[in-house]
């Protein structure tokens, strides 16, 4: 079965830096895009950083310049290194495979990131 595990969250000051990780399992790993999102109290849950299964990568503006996604296929593993954070980087952060056909993508359980003074 296909699971996504997130880890790494937790409490972290304003210009302070977490890694996210994601442990995939039960697919190919390195066939997928993975994707990082996250979801603010009240927000829409947004994309925060793609990664494609050849190594080319996106950010969403906010966070160009402080977080860099990478992913370690060896270890069937995405991470999303966090740095220079602000309050507004608050959130459930999660990690998503990317789905090869329609409407099939598969979400992990989500990690919350606190940016807090």
């Known amino acids: 079965q296909v699971q996504l595990v997130e880890s790494g969250g937790g409490l972290a000051q304003p210009g302070g830096s977490l890694r996210l990780s994601c442990a995939g399992s039960?697919?190919?790993?390195?066939?997928?895009?993975m994707s990082w999102y996250r979801q603010a109290p009240g927000k829409e849950r947004e994309l925060v950083a793609s990664i494609s299964s050849g190594g080319s990568t996106n950010y969403v503006e906010a966070v160009k310049g402080r977080f860099t996604i990478s992913r370690d296929n060896g270890k069937s593993t995405v991470y999303l290194q966090m740095n220079s954070l602000k309050l507004e980087d608050t959130a459930v952060y999660y990690c998503k495979r990317v789905s090869l056909v329609s409407n099939s993508d598969y979400w992990g359980q989500g990690t919350q990131v606190t940016v807090s003074s």
């Open positions: 039960g697919f190919t790993f390195s066939a997928y895009r």
